[in-house]
């Protein structure tokens, strides 16, 4: 069976300093990956999304990159972090079909001091 | 610009009563609509995946209906439990958008004992 792993699960960072969170997918080959922000109370938003290694989609422009080393690794990064990007971090994956369902992982808190 | 609307943003029942909560979407050219589940603090699960040739999925106690010309889904809940308590987020996935997801900012239950 596939399993999604996320970490840090939380994370306290001040202003300024870098990012890098870490996804990565067990029990599938060549997935799509999914970097998605949600802020409190509100609804998910797409960050990033990658079909394959070194290939990497932005969604909106912001302080954030992504990046995808290896078939099943995601990477989020930020060389100077905003008191904007605090929120709550999820990945996911599916198989890159229409009809497919996506999975989430469990998710990084991220709190911007 | 697809837009996903949840009504209510929040409910409260007592144990036992029979529920429903609502999306709508406002492009009716999508592959399929999700309902999602997401405890607090946690990544979300996937409860029912609604293709856009289905009317509606069953899993247990829940139901979801699917009307793609009106731009419309319903989550039906029967017989609410404590345990059921959760935001519940539906998504769609757009024909013009690949494998990306919209969606809508939530409902959260609460179920009383």
């Known amino acids: 069976s596939q399993t999604i792993h996320q970490w840090p699960a939380t994370l306290v960072q001040p202003v300024g300093s870098p990012l890098s969170l870490e996804c990565t997918v067990e029990?599938?080959?060549?997935?799509?990956l999914y970097w998605y922000r949600q802020a409190a109370g509100r609804g998910l938003q797409l960050l990033f999304y990658s079909v394959g290694i070194g290939q990497i989609s932005s969604e909106v422009p912001q302080n954030l990159s992504a990046s995808r080393p290896q078939d099943r690794q995601f990477i989020l990064s930020s060389k100077k972090l905003l008191l904007s990007d605090s929120g709550f971090y999820l990945c996911a994956w599916d198989r890159g079909f229409s009809t497919d369902t996506q999975y989430f992982g469990p998710g990084t808190r991220l709190t911007v001091l | 610009k697809q837009e996903v609307t949840q009504i209510p943003a929040a409910l409260s029942v007592p144990e036992g009563e029979n529920l429903v909560l609502n999306c709508s979407f406002t492009?009716?050219?999508?592959?399929?609509l999700q309902w999602f589940r997401q405890d607090p603090g946690k990544g979300l699960t996937s409860l029912l995946l609604?293709?856009?040739?289905?009317r509606e999925q069953t899993s247990g106690r829940l139901n979801a209906s699917l009307d793609k010309s009106s731009g419309r889904s319903t989550l039906y809940i029967a017989a609410s439990q404590p345990g059921d308590s959760a935001t519940y987020l539906c998504?769609?996935?757009?024909?013009?958008?690949?494998?990306?997801?919209?969606f809508g900012e939530g409902t959260q239950l609460t179920v009383n004992p």
């Open positions: 029990g599938t080959s060549n997935p799509n």
């Open positions: 492009d009716s050219a999508i592959y399929n």
């Open positions: 998504a769609v996935r757009k024909e013009t958008s690949g494998s990306r997801l919209t």
């Open positions: 609604i293709q856009s040739s289905q």
